[in-house]
């Protein structure tokens, strides 16, 4: 492959673990209000809501919210099942900024370090602004600028959302790879010319559960963000 | 005033010294090529097309541009002026890149690295992602976002870069601060809501040609960014 002038990065499940820590941050929030319930099975409810809530939006049937909205809306949806039809307004918009306090993956803050020294690095997420702001400050990544559904005014996978990224810092499609643990969102990018990372996260959706080995044809295959930067010589 | 929880920031000339980093990019890049001419001069003839190059867009009567753009009309507007018609293609496209290599004054990147630690902070200029991206690269500035009128397909001091900027964030426009040289800047940024910070540049566009004072009632004055982490107290 030839070497890429940036990095675009997926966010959730590629660079943290949004899983584990969207059940520890309700835990902890709904814990101490008396509420007990499967909270790793009320995290993958809650993404479960992920795809549909984005396509109504994708499809042009809804003008486009920030992932915030979304998300706020998919709990909505989730929580009567969890007998939690009672939540108070205060503790439901508290609970939705979870998706803000999730962690990185061991290597992830130490392999963007390593992987700036060479590329411009860009979350090209779903994620809005402000959530990829604070998931930076918490997790100490540096990002060159803050890429993705938010500056394109639209979801991945559709292409605006690539190809607004390239443009955002002046490179070619074939001079950016996208970087993500789902073969679907690179699927995507490879259409619109960019190079492909596939990192696997074969935990993602619990043990086992996530993509060991892309189902498409990818650029490169890294163990991990280290493996990477080893890979691109950084 | 009331603390704000994020900082934005105009750039030209309230964070970087584009007059004397302009001069010298271009003499590094001409004067090999055999080019003599007054470079502060030049550069300051570079900037003086900036406001009509942008008021077109501003006024709806052209599509938006990326400042880069912007940047290259106008250098093809001043060539001539300067004996510098028979320029070829690729020096200037060369020399339409110094823009992304303005260097901070001296108390910039050390006043933005203590402000980071209290407030979210981005850049709301009317330069380009890139072209922020680069700067931020070039002088260690680290910001939470490149917000401005990229992200908003407008350019300042049209309101909808100062909203979309407290948007991105999340936050009200009473909770963020507009930081600039410029009363006009400030202006606008109050019209919208916005707190101010006015940081006197009074050398920017040569000695003694700058805003010394600000010829509009603003929040808070600072003499730099390191007074002003002083006075919020960082």
Same sequence: chains 1, 2.
Avoid at 57 to 73: M, Q, Y
Wanted: proline share 6%.
């Amino acid at each position: 492959m030839h070497h890429p002038k940036a990095l675009f990065f997926d966010i959730f499940g590629t660079v943290v673990d949004w899983r584990a820590s969207i059940a520890r941050e309700a835990e902890s929030l709904l814990a101490p209000r008396g509420h007990a319930l499967d909270w790793l099975a009320f995290a993958d409810a809650w993404r479960d809501e992920y795809q549909p809530g984005m396509e109504a939006i994708r499809s042009g049937r809804a003008p486009f919210a920030r992932l915030d909205v979304v998300h706020r809306r998919n709990l909505e949806r989730i929580l009567p099942r969890f007998g939690l039809a009672g939540l108070d307004e205060a503790t439901r918009a508290e609970l939705n900024l979870a998706w803000h306090r999730l962690d990185g993956w061991a290597d992830s803050a130490p392999g963007l370090l390593r992987l700036r020294q060479k590329f411009r690095l860009a979350p090209v997420s779903n994620g809005n602004i402000s959530l990829m702001a604070d998931l930076a400050r918490r997790n100490s990544f540096i990002w060159d600028a803050i890429l993705g559904a938010e500056v394109a005014g639209d979801y991945k996978p559709k292409p605006r959302v690539y190809l607004s990224a390239c443009e955002a810092f002046g490179f070619a499609p074939g001079d950016c790879a996208m970087v993500a643990a789902h073969a679907g969102d690179l699927k995507a990018a490879k259409a619109c010319g960019l190079l492909t990372v596939f990192i696997p996260r074969p935990n993602e959706h619990g043990p086992g559960k996530g993509e060991a080995t892309p189902d498409a044809p990818v650029d490169i295959v890294a163990k991990d963000l280290m493996a990477l930067a080893d890979a691109l010589g950084v």
